[in-house]
């Protein structure tokens, strides 16, 4: 069963806005990164954020993780019309066999 | 230039054909993985390896194989494709942590091979 959940499925903003999507997990996790993928591309790593991390910047990007209620959210801030994709969440819950992907939040910016 | 390639990109075939495809990275990174997207699921890992010879099941190995003969290589072989292997899928590799935890645990991804059994 997959191991994280993405909350909103889609989302739509205008240019400026900020845009931000949650995700959930069922399990302890040693770490929880955030990718994003361009329509039929593959996906890249935005950021990781560790368990024992409660907040971590980069550029426009904000992430936070709460462990005690198993949730992480990416926040980005002023959106681009290039900042148009699909953002997952993976985690890992052992050292590194498994990387576990949500089904992914679509955002769609607008000019 | 760091990558991870994979081949063929597009691909139509039809059940039963046997076929691999093919992933390479030259990043000399130890860990190695392929994924399927399929709408509405997300991605699911079908197998990992964490070194030459190392291999082990994701979550949908079922009807897949794979090989770790060398380190920059990892092919994915369906020996005899069904319809419901027709998915879009990810090649992704990173460097495996050390004793000084040091590593990012960023995945690096291929541009994805999109596959169509009839």
């Known amino acids: 069963s997959q191991q994280g959940e993405e909350d909103p499925q889609a989302l739509s903003i205008q240019e400026g806005e900020n845009a931000t999507m949650n995700c959930s997990y069922k399990?302890?996790?040693?770490?929880l990164q955030w990718y994003r993928q361009n329509s039929g591309r593959g996906l890249v790593h935005l950021i990781l954020?560790?368990?024992?991390?409660r907040e971590k910047h980069s550029g426009r990007l904000r992430v936070t993780l709460d462990t005690s209620k198993k949730s992480s959210s990416l926040l980005i801030t002023a959106s681009r019309a290039a900042d148009t994709a699909s953002y997952f969440c993976?985690?890992?819950?052992?050292?590194?066999?498994?990387?576990?992907f949500g089904a992914g939040t679509q955002v769609v910016v607008t000019p | 230039e760091a990558q991870v390639t994979q081949n063929p990109r597009y691909l139509i075939t039809v059940t039963g054909k046997k076929l691999t495809v093919t992933c390479s990275q030259n990043m000399n990174h130890e860990y190695m993985s392929w994924y399927r997207q399929d709408p509405g699921l997300g991605l699911r890992q079908i197998y990992y390896?964490?070194?030459?010879?190392?291999?082990d099941k994701g979550d949908v190995p079922e009807g897949y194989k794979v090989s770790r003969k060398e380190k920059r290589n990892f092919p994915l072989i369906l020996e005899s494709p069904s319809p419901n292997q027709t998915s879009l899928y990810f090649c992704a590799s990173s460097l495996r942590t050390g004793a000084s935890g040091r590593n990012t645990g960023e995945l690096f991804f291929g541009e994805g091979s999109r596959l169509t059994v009839l």
């Open positions: 399990t302890s996790i040693n770490n």
């Open positions: 954020i560790r368990s024992n991390e």
């Open positions: 993976a985690m890992t819950t052992d050292s590194w066999g498994k990387l576990q």
């Open positions: 390896s964490m070194n030459v010879e190392v291999t």
